[in-house]
């Protein structure tokens, strides 16, 4: 079964740092998201990816926030300067065709910032 | 646009008894629908998803949903709750009409009395 792993599992920062949460979607796929859960809250749409630029952003991905798949394996999110309410849980996703019906959740890194 | 209303934000069965998670949606396209489960601390997976093929839709785990447009609902449901279904679940709406994105519910927490 094929599976989309993400890294760290977990991060600990402190506000104004910047982190970089590591992704590494299925081989064969060619859509690439990521997602985020506040505590407590549902799980928000942040970037879709497509064809090495972005295909659609949320209100969320604001200039704080940047995607990058630097060498054809790892879909990477960066965060200049991380906030408080940037801590979530962050799940990056990837789908092959681009419809959903192909589309695997990774586990999730879970951020905080201090 | 398009919405996710998840009925319940709680739902409390006895085990053994039939599990029924509802769900609502609103979508300007034909939309494809996912029902996700998410255990404590573990990331998102997959349970059945509806792409406009049959109306009832199987699973994982014994759980099937069925996708009725003139209700425009698509409930969850399962003829009988296990201990280990104990977990958050997550009805999403798939926008198949443009850039891909994706609309999670607020969730529904599903408790399992032994």
């Known amino acids: 079964e094929p599976e989309v792993t993400q890294t760290p599992s977990h991060q600990v920062t402190q506000m104004g740092q910047e982190v970089i949460l590591r992704c590494v979607p299925i081989?064969?796929?060619?859509?690439f998201y990521w997602y985020r859960q506040i505590l407590g809250q549902k799980v928000e749409f942040l970037v879709s990816?497509?064809?090495?630029?972005?295909?659609?952003k949320s209100e969320i991905f604001d200039d704080q926030f940047s995607v990058e798949r630097p060498d054809g394996s790892n879909f990477t999110l960066k965060i200049r300067s991380t906030k408080l309410e940037d801590s979530a849980m962050y799940f990056c996703a990837s789908d092959l065709a681009g419809g959903g019906e192909t589309q695997y959740f990774g586990p999730g890194t879970r951020l905080l910032v201090l | 646009a398009q919405s996710v209303t998840q009925l319940d934000s709680h739902v409390s069965v006895s085990e053994g008894t039939p599990v029924l998670l509802r769900c609502n949606y609103s979508s300007s396209y034909s939309p494809s629908l996912f029902w996700y489960v998410q255990h404590p601390n573990k990331g998102l997976q997959l349970l059945l998803k509806y792409t406009s093929a049959a109306t009832l839709v199987k699973g994982i785990n014994g759980f099937e949903a069925e996708f009725k447009k003139s209700e425009t609902s698509f409930h969850l449901t399962k003829p009988s709750a296990h201990m280990s279904d104990a977990a958050e679940y997550f009805c999403?709406?798939?926008?198949?009409?443009?850039?891909?994105?994706?609309?999670f519910g607020t969730g529904t927490k599903l408790q399992v009395i032994p």
């Open positions: 081989s064969n796929h060619l859509y």
């Open positions: 990816f497509y064809n090495n630029e972005i295909s659609e």
């Open positions: 999403v709406v798939l926008n198949s009409g443009g850039y891909q994105k994706v609309t």
